[in-house]
Structure formats: structure tokens, C-alpha cells
């Protein structure tokens, strides 16, 4: 249980971040390197409002999540579609935009650890092993927005067409799909999900101005396990990657933890180009 439950929650985690990756690319075909960076700063604004202002804690988890929402939009509006069609610059520009975020909380706040107080304080007994009331309402709600996030690109008329158009873009376009109104869906969604992630990443360990690096690392390696646009793909992919990982860390060595998604990300790579779900572009 030491290893299944901070697996879980870590999987629930880089979860959150994968899929709104992977949506943002299955839609608009954009590699959004900024998007760890929005993870951040929701931490910071969860921070700020909560332990900064006095904000409660319900109220300062949204505030933040509508940061990261606003960051999101912020990046569709301001650099993606201004450079539509050309890939390069919207890479670079997306890097760029993440490490000037970077700097940005390093001036406000320094380059200091900070950590959250506990969202819910207190420990439960699970089957024998004291687990924080933080890691299980993290588990819950990662959980909750995974499937959410399901229904609604399987239940709903406006997720069944984000389906379509990252399955078969020129075919959703001339049948009629508006596609501005599905990329600001998928960038609100994306902007949404990475905020909770940053939030729990943070109270998990503790905020650093450079916290965004390595979950955008692995949440990019879970996508092209789980395959580029597919949302259950990435879902499987970060629960192999994410135990697998845990179990490393615990028992070998925690310097080993990255390197276990490393490794089958380039076995995907050889054996199977497209990932687990993905399909071929």
C-alpha cells in the first residue's frame, strides 16, 4: 500500500496533465510546451490566496483554477493562433512563454520552497497503512475530473465533435463542427486540469518556481505511450508510467524515478510509432 497509493495518486496526476496535452494536440495538432508552466502558476495562486490573502481554501482552489483556465486562453489567443500553421514558432513561442512564467514567479516569490498546508488536515487507515486525508481527496478528485472530462467527450454533442475533429479534422470541418468553438473548449479543459494537477503537485511536495519541468516531461511521455490525441490512451499510459515510477523511486533508488517512463517511451517509439491508442496521422 506504501506504493500502490502515491502511485495512484501520481498516475491520477500526471493524468490531469496528459490528457489536457493530448487534447490540445488531437484538436489544433499544437505541441503546447507551456503547458506544465500553467500547472505553476495555479500553485502559486492557490498559495497566494489561500495562505497569503486568507482566502478559504474552496475559494482559493478555484481562484487558482481560473488562473490556469486564463493562462490557457491567454496562450490560444495570443501566440497559437497568431502563428496557426506554422509549427516551429508555436513551439518555440510555448517554451518561451513557460520560462518566462518561470522567471516571473521567481522574482515575485523567490526561488525558495514553499510548501501548502494540508487541504484537508489529518490521516486515514487504509488496510493498515495511515494515508494523508490530502493524497485521498487528491485520488477523488483527479478522478472525478478524469471522468468528467470522459462524459463529456463521449456523452455531450460538443465533446463528441472534439472527438471527431482529432480523429478526422477536414472530415469534422466540412460536415459542419465549428472549429474555433472546440479549441476553446479543449484550452479551457486543458487549462483547467493542469491547474489541479499544479495544485495537488504542490501540497504533494512543495512549491518551486521550476515545479513545471519534469510532470511536463513525463505528462509528454505518457501521451506518446498512450498515443498523440488519444485521451483513454493517455489515461492507461499515465497509470503504467505512474506506479511503475513509484515503485522505482521506493524501492531502488528516487534519483531512478524519470526513468522507467523514459525507457518505455522509446520501446513505444521502436515497437509501436502511434502509442497503445494512438492512430496513424
Known amino acids: 500500500m506504501n506504493i500502490v497509493i502515491p502511485g495512484l495518486l501520481i498516475s491520477g496526476l500526471y ?25 505553476m502558476v495555479a500553485a502559486y495562486v492557490f498559495y497566494s490566496a489561500s495562505a497569503l490573502l486568507g482566502l478559504p481554501q474552496g475559494v482559493a482552489f478555484l481562484v487558482a483554477i481560473l488562473a ?25 513561442s510555448t517554451i518561451i512563454l513557460a520560462l518566462v512564467l518561470q522567471y516571473v514567479v521567481m522574482v515575485i516569490y523567490n526561488p525558495a520552497p514553499r510548501n501548502l498546508l494540508p487541504i ?21 478528485i483527479s478522478w472525478a475530473c478524469l471522468g468528467s472530462l470522459l462524459f463529456f467527450v463521449r456523452r455531450t454533442h460538443l465533446g463528441r465533435a472534439i472527438r471527431a475533429i482529432s480523429e478526422d479534422p477536414k472530415g469534422a470541418i466540412v460536415s459542419g463542427i465549428d472549429l474555433e468553438r472546440a479549441n476553446l473548449v479543449t484550452w479551457i479543459w486543458a487549462g483547467a486540469l493542469a491547474a489541479v494537477a499544479g495544485i495537488f503537485f504542490g501540497a504533494y511536495t512543495h512549491l ?53 517512463g523514459m525507457g518505455i517511451m522509446i520501446i513505444i517509439l521502436v515497437a509501436r510509432p502511434r502509442g497503445l491508442l494512438g492512430k496513424e496521422m
Open 208 to 260: 518551486v518556481p521550476g515545479m513545471w519541468v519534469f510532470p511536463l516531461i513525463m505528462a509528454f511521455a505518457i501521451v506518446i505511450v498512450g498515443g498523440m490525441g488519444s485521451i483513454e490512451g493517455s489515461i492507461i499510459a499515465a497509470y503504467i508510467i505512474g506506479v511503475s515510477e513509484t515503485a522505482m523511486m521506493m524501492l531502488i533508488a528516487e534519483q531512478l524515478r524519470g526513468v522507467f
Open 68 to 92: 490556469g483556465i486564463g493562462i490557457s486562453l491567454a496562450t490560444y489567443k495570443g501566440l497559437v493562433k497568431r502563428f496557426s500553421g506554422n509549427a516551429v514558432a508555436t513551439f518555440i
Open 15 to 39: 493524468a490531469l496533465l496528459a490528457v489536457g496535452f493530448t487534447m490540445v494536440y488531437g484538436v489544433g495538432r499544437v505541441e503546447n510546451l507551456a503547458h506544465g508552466a500553467y500547472a
Open 120 to 140: 484537508v488536515p489529518g490521516v486515514t487507515n487504509v488496510l493498515g497503512t495511515s494515508v494523508s486525508n490530502d493524497l485521498i481527496m487528491a485520488m477523488g
